[in-house]
């Protein structure tokens, strides 16, 4: 296949570029490179000669554009570039919306125009679902959960935008939709929750179970904003990219459609509770501060990943305390990426 991977440098980009590399794929990344670890991630991946790098930025139509036009035949589209913070969305809304929202656009509108109609993927999130004010929340063995959704949320939940950026990203997942509906084009959502793993360059706004790994490796002291008894259901990339090599392959029956992708019931963490893992892998306390919470933070967001697993049999396969060890041997073997944090 020939793949196209929008912000194929950032971390689920070059998750994703890799492993279509290791299959014998063809695969052309876009990508801006504005990001901590992009070039790190592009170099490392330019070893192999089936992948073509182009630097662009998907604001700019006229580049995503002549991507395809000088590209025709893409099998399929991983458009995963995108601001990916709630609180830098608050700080600079323009920007975050011209990112997710107007780049999307762009995206399915380069599409559009090509013959060769491919599969197109688009990276969602749980923040399309809001605060969730209207769920009761409860705390069981010090942490919050469900009063009453064992599954968790399912993609039946109304969509009620909170914060730039789940406008921004609610606005381009309904897009791909729609996009759909009207055009014939073939798409897919996948609203993800907590995705964590290798090539992950988590800051303190994006990417916590990173970032938590990469602080107290670093000596850093660390801030929970709020009590640390959140909770989220937290995937592996290695599931997140087999679901993503899933829909290609099943995409007759998605088309069209959103699924939530997280780990589900199964595989929740609290804040609390992967600061003490961390504590066992390192073997010494982390130093702690706490602060107020942070605008549009869920107490608890869990995936219902049953339709995902009724639709094309995807399910998680790494319990969170097997993939935080994983991901904490990836940071320990490259502590050198992170000596200026």
């Known amino acids: 296949m020939k793949v196209l991977v929008t912000g194929g440098a950032g971390f689920i980009g070059s998750n994703t570029a890799e492993r279509f590399l290791k299959n014998g794929h063809e695969v052309f990344i876009f990508d801006n490179l504005s990001r901590r670890g ?3 991630n592009i170099n490392r991946l330019k070893q192999n000669k089936n992948l073509t790098f182009i630097k662009g930025d998907v604001r700019d139509y006229s580049g995503i554009k002549k991507v395809f036009e ?29 990112i997710n929202a107007m780049g999307t656009f762009n995206v399915l509108e380069a599409v559009r125009e090509t013959k060769s109609n491919p599969v197109v ?5 749980n923040k399309v679902y809001g605060g969730m004010t209207d769920i009761k929340i409860v705390e069981r063995k010090g942490k919050y959960a469900y009063k009453s959704l064992p599954h968790g949320i399912s993609e039946k939940r109304l969509l009620d935008f909170h914060s730039p950026y789940g406008c921004s990203k609610g606005a381009a997942d309904q897009y791909m939709i729609d996009y759909s509906r009207i055009y014939g084009l ?13 090539r992950q360059f988590g800051i303190e706004d994006q990417g916590w179970v990173a970032w938590f790994t990469i602080a107290a490796m670093m000596g850093k002291s660390i801030t929970i904003y709020g009590d640390g008894k ?3 259901d937290v995937l592996f990339i290695e599931d997140l990219v087999d679901a993503y090599e899933s829909a290609i392959k099943n995409i ?35 130093p702690l501060r706490y602060a107020d919470w942070r605008p549009g933070d869920q107490p608890v ?3 219902d990943i049953s339709k995902a697993k009724k639709a094309f049999n995807w399910a998680p396969k790494t319990a969170p305390e097997d993939g935080v060890k994983k991901l904490y041997d990836w940071v320990k073997d490259n502590q050198e990426l992170f000596k200026d944090l």
């Open 70 to 98: 000088n590209n025709r035949d893409f099998d399929a589209v991983y458009h995963l570039a995108a601001q990916v913070a709630v609180t830098t969305s608050v700080i600079n809304p323009r920007e975050d919306f011209e």
């Open 230 to 232: 959140q909770v989220r």
């Open 186 to 198: 073939k798409t897919v959502v996948f609203r993800q929750s907590c995705i964590y793993g290798y």
């Open 121 to 125: 993927v688009y990276s969602s999130t």
């Open 301 to 303: 967001f869990v995936c």
């Open 38 to 40: 992009t070039e790190w």
């Open 252 to 286: 007759d029956k998605i088309n069209g459609q959103a699924f939530n992708i997280g780990g589900g019931p199964k595989n929740t963490m609290s804040l609390l509770e992967l600061l003490n893992f961390l504590e066992k892998f390192f073997g010494k306390q982390i």
